[in-house]
């Protein structure tokens, strides 16, 4: 049975969360956080490198899709296109359903970890050659987030 991809976050947050705060009262916080983002980073890396098998591709094309059809799914993500080329997909996200799913949890400080970085690890097992560049993020109080990806 696959879920959709937000339910997988709104799943996994209770836990992860309380692991990090555990091992924080253990080890420090910044310690644990830095645990925490390396086992999110692999998971990410290998995340990008089966979304490109099951797109059966890993270029801005394919991107586009895993955007639309898998972290947008079930109205996850609220996407305006700004840009789409062959080597440049821009687009902006007014309405977060992660962030919310956070905030409801009472998880919010480690959205950006759970979610927000793991955009850029992504990429290390997708495609290398595509980058990111974000400035702005719901989850960190903007109005928006603006995603930026350019193939090399």
Same mark, same amino acid.
């Given at each position: ?33 830095? &645990? $925490? /983002? %390396? @086992?999110?980073?692999? *998971?990410?890396? !290998?995340?990008? =490198?089966?979304?490109? +098998?099951e797109y ?9 899709? &895993? $955007? /639309? %059809? @898998?972290?947008?799914? *079930?109205?996850? !993500?609220?996407? =305006?296109?700004?840009? +789409? ?12 359903g992660y962030? %919310? ?52």
């Open positions: 049975m696959k879920i959709t991809h937000l339910k997988r976050r709104e799943v996994q947050a209770p836990l992860v969360s309380s692991l990090i705060r555990a091992f924080a009262n253990k080890m420090g916080y910044d310690k644990a956080v830095d &645990i $925490a /983002k %390396e @086992v999110i980073r692999e *998971d990410a890396i !290998l995340s990008g =490198k089966t979304l490109a +098998e059966s591709g890993n270029s801005i094309a394919e991107l586009s899709k &895993i $955007a /639309k %059809e @898998v972290w947008a799914k *079930d109205d996850a !993500l609220e996407i =305006k296109m700004v840009k +789409e080329t062959e080597k440049e997909l821009f687009f902006d996200v007014s309405y977060c962030a %919310e799913i956070y905030e409801k949890l009472g998880v919010k400080e480690f959205g950006c970890i759970f979610s927000c970085i793991r955009d850029f690890y992504f990429l290390e097992g997708f495609n290398s050659r595509i980058t990111l560049k974000r400035t702005k993020t719901i989850m960190e109080g903007s109005d928006y987030c603006d995603f930026r990806y350019v193939e090399e």
